[in-house]
């Protein structure tokens, strides 16, 4: 949500902000804008919609400045509009903003009390005064941004920079993730180390209430309370293909064709010697109870794994929305407990305020994410990669599949440790032919095409499926909202008749998740409850399983046969699939649905 780069050279920079910006793309934005000093003084572009507007513009104004700051806006306070746009400037001053100003009302009241001029209805505005009159009083940068701390309320990270010292950069992070690194060409911040590929070999992952000042050959970096410190160095991984879409229309087509080399990436790191058991030093044998904590589409993760914990490795499991937990009441009950916290990004607001609260409770933490510089990845007591690489759609495919496919060994390794052996290694060797799986339900993609081309018509869609199916029903459903903008319903199937049963008409597809296992004579009998009332049944399930219901099916999805526990890692395709060619054929931005962000790191 939202995106900030900054740079600080011998050379102009105009060029290498709008670069940035579009590695930062991904993250969800409506605006963007950059801001550069030289000779004349500060300007300011902005545009509405993508960078690529920006770009044009950037390109036509001939920004000669060496130093600038960027930024791509996802709109919270005021309209997405050239005003409103970041950088926001005041008095010499500029500032791009990450997060939310809660009290920007009274900070905005009390400095037009003062003589302060606003010219947008953004909360990030209040910054750039704040600053610039504290520099007016004789305050330097650094005691002007730890002002904020005291005047603001919210998360943020922050960068800034001054007509007064066209030089230096200044940063600081309260909540929201930056970090800031030196290459051959000068320094750099950003709201994503990713986004460094190529500009930096390593960058400094600032820590929460750090303060930096950036120059073109030097970094000094600094805690709340003022004094230098060093903070950890990570290493910026080549882009590769991340930001290619290497011949597929879309990002969103090239990440679900990636996912049987995600599987094999996840299988040589994890089923090579005990990597799990050398990362994470508990013994679950002495866990009472696993939570599993996240939101949107890492929670339906979380909610197949609850599944597999409960019947793998003999243990229970609860799962909770990260929004929901970090304000629920905490009952002690004197289960001893350890908790996994789930996430894409890794700087996942709500997720970050559970992990707080459960090192407050004591409660051990596992961490899994994406980006191993990450909070998540940083701050958990332990920490799972998902290997997943550069996940530049915004509706998630690969790291989805990634954290069942990680999730899963997890089950295996703490199904051994309370002695489930047998379970574990069924488990693992079904883990073992999920890339080939994998790989025959892309061999499918043509039939679903088909499919998508009658249900883009929908107003409205169902997903149904059982047990551990449940949760991809929901995920399925999920995935069409986000791209496609239709009104989608998961369901557990047994519970249409409990009221989403009356949602089913002849206008309405249902798709039904239905391969064969132990649950298929129940999801039968539930699909046969929605023929009856002639809804438009769509099939997802192996042969057998289709040729039993091909009497009521309107089409029919087929998925390889495979041992049933790992029938959600294999049914997602699919749905990623359905979801994208309903988007496709409807005509929608697919990469960059609209209001969404790939790393919510507000509430």
């Given at each position: 949500?939202?995106?900030?780069?900054?740079?600080?050279?011998?050379?102009?920079?105009?060029?290498?902000?709008?670069?940035?910006?579009?590695?930062?793309?991904?993250?969800?934005?409506?605006?963007?804008?950059?801001?550069?000093i030289d000779d004349d003084g500060m300007k300011r572009v902005c545009a509405v919609g993508k960078v690529a507007a920006l770009e044009s513009r950037v390109e036509a104004e001939r920004l000669p400045g060496c130093i600038g700051i960027a930024h791509t806006r996802w709109a919270t306070h005021g309209s997405p509009s050239e005003g409103d746009s970041h950088p926001q400037i005041a008095s010499g001053v500029a500032v791009v903003h990450n997060g939310i100003v809660e009290n920007h009302g009274?900070?905005?009241?009390?400095?037009?009390?003062?003589?302060?001029?606003?010219?947008?209805?953004?909360?990030?505005?209040?910054?750039?005064?704040?600053?610039?009159?504290?520099?007016?009083?004789?305050?330097?940068?650094?005691?002007?941004?730890?002002?904020?701390?005291?005047?603001?309320?919210?998360?943020?990270?922050?960068?800034?920079?001054?007509?007064?010292?066209?030089?230096?950069?200044?940063?600081?992070?309260?909540?929201?993730?930056?970090?800031?690194?030196?290459?051959?060409?000068?320094?750099?911040?950003?709201?994503?180390?990713?986004?460094?590929?190529?500009?930096?070999?390593?960058?400094?992952?600032?820590?929460?209430?750090?303060?930096?000042?950036?120059?073109?050959?030097?970094?000094?970096?600094?805690?709340?309370?003022?004094?230098?410190?060093?903070?950890?160095?990570?290493?910026?991984?080549?882009?590769?293909?991340?930001?290619?879409?290497?011949?597929?229309?879309?990002?969103?087509?090239?990440?679900?064709?990636?996912?049987?080399?995600?599987?094999?990436?996840?299988?040589?790191?994890?089923?090579?010697?005990?990597?799990?058991?050398?990362?994470?030093?508990?013994?679950?044998?002495?866990?009472?109870?696993?939570?599993?904590?996240?939101c949107g589409t890492s929670y339906y993760a979380c909610l197949v794994a609850k599944r597999w914990f409960a019947e793998i490795a003999g243990v229970s499991a609860e799962v909770d929305l990260a929004s929901e937990h970090r304000y629920a009441p905490h009952v002690a009950d004197g289960l001893r407990e350890a908790a996994i916290l789930v996430s894409q990004s890794g700087e996942t607001a709500d997720t970050l305020a559970s992990l707080e609260k459960l090192e407050g409770l004591g409660v051990?933490?596992?961490?899994?994410?994406?980006?191993?510089?990450?909070?998540?990845?940083?701050?958990?007591?332990?920490?799972?990669?998902?290997?997943?690489?550069?996940?530049?759609?915004?509706?998630?495919?690969?790291?989805?599949?990634?954290?069942?496919?990680?999730?899963?060994?997890?089950?295996?390794?703490?199904?051994?440790?309370?002695?489930?052996?047998?379970?574990?290694?069924?488990?693992?060797?079904?883990?073992?032919?999920?890339?080939?799986?994998?790989?025959?339900?892309?061999?499918?993609?043509?039939?679903?095409?088909?499919?998508?081309?009658?249900?883009?018509?929908?107003?409205?869609?169902?997903?149904?499926?059982?047990?551990?199916?449940?949760?991809?029903?929901?995920?399925?459903?999920?995935?069409?909202?986000?791209?496609?903008?239709?009104?989608?319903?998961?369901?557990?199937?047994?519970?249409?008749?409990?009221?989403?049963?009356?949602?089913?008409?002849?206008?309405?597809?249902?798709?039904?998740?239905?391969?064969?296992?132990?649950?298929?004579?129940?999801?039968?009998?539930?699909?046969?409850?929605?023929?009856?009332?002639?809804?438009?049944?769509?099939?997802?399930?192996?042969?057998?399983?289709?040729?039993?219901?091909?009497?009521?099916?309107?089409?029919?999805?087929?998925?390889?046969?495979?041992?049933?526990?790992?029938?959600?890692?294999?049914?997602?395709?699919?749905?990623?699939?359905?979801?994208?060619?309903?988007?496709?054929?409807?005509?929608?931005?697919?990469?960059?649905?609209?209001?969404?962000?790939?790393?919510?790191?507000?509430?």
């Amino acid at each position: 949500m939202c995106g900030i780069f900054a740079a600080v050279s011998d050379r102009p920079v105009a060029g290498v902000l709008v670069q940035g910006l579009k590695r930062l793309e991904y993250r969800g934005y409506d605006s963007a804008g950059v801001a550069t000093i030289d000779d004349d003084g500060m300007k300011r572009v902005c545009a509405v919609g993508k960078v690529a507007a920006l770009e044009s513009r950037v390109e036509a104004e001939r920004l000669p400045g060496c130093i600038g700051i960027a930024h791509t806006r996802w709109a919270t306070h005021g309209s997405p509009s050239e005003g409103d746009s970041h950088p926001q400037i005041a008095s010499g001053v500029a500032v791009v903003h990450n997060g939310i100003v809660e009290n920007h009302g009274a900070l905005r009241r009390r400095l037009k009390r003062q003589g302060c001029n606003f010219h947008s209805e953004t909360d990030s505005e209040v910054i750039p005064w704040l600053i610039s009159r504290a520099v007016a009083d004789g305050l330097g940068a650094a005691q002007a941004l730890n002002l904020l701390d005291e005047a603001l309320e919210g998360s943020f990270a922050v960068a800034f920079m001054t007509e007064a010292d066209r030089n230096v950069l200044h940063a600081k992070r309260h909540g929201s993730p930056l970090v800031a690194a030196l290459g051959p060409q000068g320094g750099y911040l950003s709201s994503d180390i990713s986004a460094l590929a190529g500009l930096a070999k390593e960058a400094i992952v600032l820590s929460d209430g750090d303060l930096v000042e950036l120059r073109r050959d030097a970094i000094a970096v600094f805690d709340k309370i003022g004094r230098p410190v060093s903070r950890p160095r990570l290493p910026v991984e080549a882009s590769g293909g991340a930001f290619d879409k290497g011949g597929y229309h879309h990002y969103m087509l090239k990440e679900i064709h990636d996912q049987p080399s995600v599987a094999r990436a996840v299988e040589s790191r994890y089923d090579r010697g005990d990597f799990i058991g050398e990362q994470i030093r508990l013994d679950f044998d002495q866990v009472d109870r696993i939570r599993l904590i996240a939101c949107g589409t890492s929670y339906y993760a979380c909610l197949v794994a609850k599944r597999w914990f409960a019947e793998i490795a003999g243990v229970s499991a609860e799962v909770d929305l990260a929004s929901e937990h970090r304000y629920a009441p905490h009952v002690a009950d004197g289960l001893r407990e350890a908790a996994i916290l789930v996430s894409q990004s890794g700087e996942t607001a709500d997720t970050l305020a559970s992990l707080e609260k459960l090192e407050g409770l004591g409660v051990p933490t596992i961490g899994i994410a994406n980006q191993q510089a990450s909070t998540l990845a940083r701050e958990a007591d332990y920490f799972l990669p998902l290997l997943a690489g550069a996940e530049i759609g915004v509706a998630s495919t690969k790291a989805f599949t990634a954290q069942l496919l990680v999730l899963a060994r997890f089950v295996a390794h703490v199904a051994e440790q309370r002695g489930h052996r047998a379970a574990a290694r069924r488990l693992r060797a079904a883990l073992g032919e999920a890339p080939k799986a994998m790989e025959a339900v892309l061999h499918n993609e043509a039939a679903i095409v088909a499919v998508a081309e009658t249900f883009a018509k929908a107003r409205s869609a169902l997903f149904v499926g059982r047990g551990a199916l449940y949760p991809l029903a929901m995920e399925g459903a999920l995935k069409l909202k986000e791209i496609s903008y239709i009104h989608a319903e998961g369901f557990a199937a047994g519970e249409l008749k409990h009221g989403p049963i009356a949602l089913v008409d002849e206008q309405t597809p249902v798709v039904a998740l239905a391969p064969t296992g132990a649950l298929f004579s129940k999801l039968a009998s539930n699909v046969r409850e929605i023929a009856a009332r002639k809804g438009r049944i769509i099939l997802i399930g192996d042969r057998k399983a289709l040729l039993a219901l091909s009497d009521v099916a309107d089409a029919s999805l087929t998925l390889p046969t495979c041992d049933e526990l790992i029938q959600p890692i294999i049914a997602a395709i699919p749905l990623q699939f359905l979801a994208y060619h309903v988007a496709a054929a409807r005509g929608r931005d697919i990469d960059r649905p609209r209001n969404l962000a790939k790393s919510v790191t507000v509430e």
